[in-house]
């Protein structure tokens, strides 16, 4: 079975710039996850899908970060402008279900601002 | 204070030693646990729910103290490829997780 896919690995932008990033979850997984993970620290929350809608976004910083999953599937998580403290590894998980279920993460996205 | 707090490590043990990493967290209705391991520049994997009665795998022990909120992971007969950040982490419900900052175990040959 596949697992979560993430693209791009890698990407270095100046700050100010735009980045976006995309992931595909586990096929049936209903429940989509961006985590973004500083250096040195546990993945913090950015915003919870189940399907096309949003579960949890209180800790998304909503003047620069967006995300969307508008078919319920894939996702993308964008950036605009980033600032040096975004630089991070930024994780996409899915779950099958809301109760308590593993999450499987994809490799992640690492991110460096200059 | 922090919604999860874990020991700030890092341990460095020798093969063979029984280390044990402990957690605490500041919300009495979270309603789920779990021990996540991260290797270096690679994803969380989850390697074990942690129930009330206490649960083994194999080598690895956790138990819950919901009194305390107390979290603890045991790890008998270390070895090399036990070297990883173990991340504790808190179900706040509807599978919203929080994760600690992890504590950094080195198993040393």
């Known amino acids: 079975e596949a697992g979560v896919a993430q693209s791009p690995r890698y990407k270095i932008i100046e700050k100010r710039q735009s980045v976006a990033f995309w992931c595909n979850p586990i096929?049936?997984?209903?429940?989509l996850y961006w985590y973004q993970q500083i250096l040195g620290q546990g993945p913090k929350l950015l915003i919870q899908?189940?399907?096309?809608?949003?579960?949890?976004d209180s800790q998304l910083p909503k003047d620069r970060f967006s995300a969307e999953r508008l078919k319920g599937v894939d996702s993308t998580l964008k950036i605009q402008p980033a600032k040096l403290e975004d630089s991070a590894v930024y994780l996409c998980?899915?779950?099958?279900?809301?109760?308590?279920?593993?999450?499987?993460f994809g490799e992640g996205s690492r991110l460096t601002v200059l | 204070r922090k919604e999860v707090e874990q020991d700030p490590g890092p341990f460095n043990v020798p093969e063979g030693a029984t280390v044990a990493f402990n957690c605490t967290y500041s919300n009495s209705a979270s309603q789920s646990f779990f021990w996540y391991r991260q290797d270096c520049r690679k994803e969380p994997k989850l390697l074990m729910s942690v129930y009330s009665s206490g649960n083994e795998d194999g080598r690895f022990t956790a138990q819950l103290n919901r009194a305390s909120q107390y979290i603890s992971l045991l790890i008998r007969d270390s070895k090399l490829s036990d070297s990883a950040t173990y991340l504790c982490v808190v179900n706040r419900g509807a599978n919203n997780l929080f994760f600690g900052t992890g504590t950094r175990l080195t198993v040393i040959p």
């Open positions: 998980a899915s779950s099958a279900g809301l109760a308590g279920v593993e999450l499987f």
């Open positions: 899908f189940q399907n096309n809608g949003v579960v949890d």
């Open positions: 096929s049936g997984h209903a429940t």
